[in-house]
Each structure stands twice: as C-alpha cells, then as structure tokens.
C-alpha cells in the first residue's frame, strides 16, 4: 500500500495506480470536466490513464466555474 494526499487528506492505494485510478476510486463527479495537479503540476487529460503515482505524491482535483458579474 502507497499512501498519497488527495485533495489535502490521506488515502491509502494499492500501487500500481493511474491519476485515472485515482478519479474512479474517489467517484469524481464529472471526471471529464476536472483537472489535476500531481505535486503542484498539471496533468495533461492524455496521461490521466498512464501517469503512474508513487507513494507521497499529492493529487488535487480541481473544477474551473465560470461565471458572470452581477451589476
């Protein structure tokens, strides 16, 4: 078992695991809408299926809204 960080809390993998791994386990709501950073760096979508994560690295999900201005 690796432990990672997931969105700033501990979680525990059975290695070998993808950054798609990762979205299926933690049941990400619209995974083709999210963006990842592994260790504070994007992961292009092309490599969500072959990034391999090693034990430590900290995964964060991340959902850009957009939005309008109220005048």
């Given at each position: 078992m690796a432990k990672l960080i997931?969105?700033?809390g501990e979680q525990e993998?059975?290695?070998p695991a993808t950054v798609a791994?990762?979205?299926?386990e933690n049941h990400v709501a619209q995974p083709d809408m999210v963006s990842v950073q592994v260790n504070e760096e994007f992961v292009d979508r092309e490599e969500f299926s072959t990034l391999q994560l090693k034990?430590?690295?900290e995964v964060d999900f991340l959902y850009?809204?957009?939005g309008g201005a109220y005048v």
């Open positions: 997931v969105n700033g993998v059975l290695l791994d990762v979205i299926r034990d430590g690295d850009f809204m957009g």
